[in-house]
Antibody
């Protein structure tokens, strides 16, 4: 069955960096785009970034553009989200989600999320 | 960026009743709209995509309609497990955006 498992969250000071990982299994990983979506505690969903199935394209939300980079290793069935210059407003549960296709569609499978807390 | 506005913010209903949720886009998204359900402590689940197509395994009591800027999610007869928060999301433009959510709560 399709499974996505996020890791790498934790407590980090403002201005520092963190790298999240999303390990996938149960499907042909190299043929699907992967998104990152975040949810601040008690609030709604915010799309963060996407990487195409082959890594050829990436898109970012304005709120993270220039501070975050998404990458993937299809040999390891893993997607990464490198987050730099973290701010308090980046505090959220970060989900990775599979695209229904190469990267242009909807999010049909989600991981359980990993919590990032930015605090001094 | 396309802003999605959901209404109402909260819907208080009883099991067996019909729920009608609205999502309005700030500009046309054609039919490129999805609906997700999220229960406390869980990840969202895809219910409807491209405005009216049910995702795999979604019961027939869930239906979606609309195009352009106005969309509706209907739950024909609420089951106890349907009380949750529902989000709409567009894939017409970058960045992808979500509505702020509608909470369907037990009356």
């Amino acid at each position: 069955q399709v499974q996505l498992v996020e890791s790498g969250g934790g407590v980090v000071q403002p201005g520092r960096s963190l790298r999240l990982s999303c390990a996938a299994s149960g499907f042909s990983f190299s043929t699907y785009g992967i998104h990152w979506v975040r949810q601040p505690p008690g609030k709604g969903l915010e799309w963060v970034a996407v990487i195409w199935y082959d890594g050829s394209n990436e898109y970012y939300a304005d709120s993270v553009k220039g501070r975050c980079t998404v990458s993937r290793d299809n040999a390891k069935n893993t997607v990464y989200l490198q987050m730099n210059s973290l701010r308090a407003e980046d505090t959220a549960v970060y989900y990775c989600a599979r695209d229904r296709g190469a990267g242009l569609y909807y999010f049909d499978y989600w991981g359980q999320g990993t919590l990032v807390t930015v605090s001094s | 960026e396309i802003v999605l506005t959901q209404s109402p913010a909260t819907l208080s209903l009883s099991p067996g009743e019909r729920a009608t949720l609205s999502c309005r886009a700030s500009q046309s998204v054609s039919s490129y709209l999805a609906w997700y359900q999220q229960k406390p402590g869980q990840a969202p689940r895809l219910l409807i995509f491209d405005a009216s197509y049910r995702a795999t395994g979604i019961p027939a009591r869930f239906s979606g309609s609309g195009s352009g800027t106005d969309f509706t999610l209907t739950i024909s007869s609420l089951e106890p497990e349907d009380f949750a928060v529902y989000y709409c999301q567009q894939r017409s433009n970058w960045p992808r955006t979500f509505g702020q959510g509608t909470a369907v709560e037990i009356q």
